[in-house]
């Protein structure tokens, strides 16, 4: 098993930045990637991005691009995702995902999810 604990959310003005991070314990080397997604209230779940351990891939959804930025840090098993510009549509629930194989857009890809943490952006 994996687990994954999500923080840094917070209530945030149009235009800041918040670092978000995920920290990983368990069977952590059973895992190649991490992803983060979000969902809105009333909305699906979105993909934000995604790092590939070992290699540090990194994608992201367009949406994002250029203002958010993933990393990672493999000696403490945690991923971060820092977060620029944001804007009120980035308003949603962050949570972080482990999977095995990558795939990273794909959420029924990733075998792993935590609890999520609430971002708020208001204008």
């Known amino acids: 098993q994996v687990q994954l604990v999500e923080s840094g959310g917070g209530l945030v003005q149009a235009g800041g930045s918040l670092r978000l991070s995920c920290a990983t314990s368990?069977?952590?080397?059973?895992?190649?990637?991490m992803g983060w997604f979000r969902q809105a209230p009333g909305k699906g779940r979105e993909f934000v991005a995604a790092?590939?351990?070992?290699?540090?891939?990194?994608y992201y959804a367009d949406s994002v691009k250029g203002r958010f930025t993933i990393s990672r840090d493999n000696a403490k098993n945690t991923v971060y995702l820092q977060m620029n510009s944001l804007k009120p549509e980035d308003t949603a629930v962050y949570r972080c995902?482990?999977?095995?194989?990558?795939?990273?857009?794909?959420?029924?890809?990733?075998?792993?999810w935590g609890q999520g943490t609430q971002v708020t952006v208001s204008s």
């Open positions: 790092i590939h351990w070992n290699f540090g891939t990194t």
């Open positions: 368990g069977r952590t080397f059973s895992t190649h990637a």
């Open positions: 995902a482990a999977q095995r194989f990558w795939s990273p857009a794909t959420a029924t890809s990733y075998n792993y």
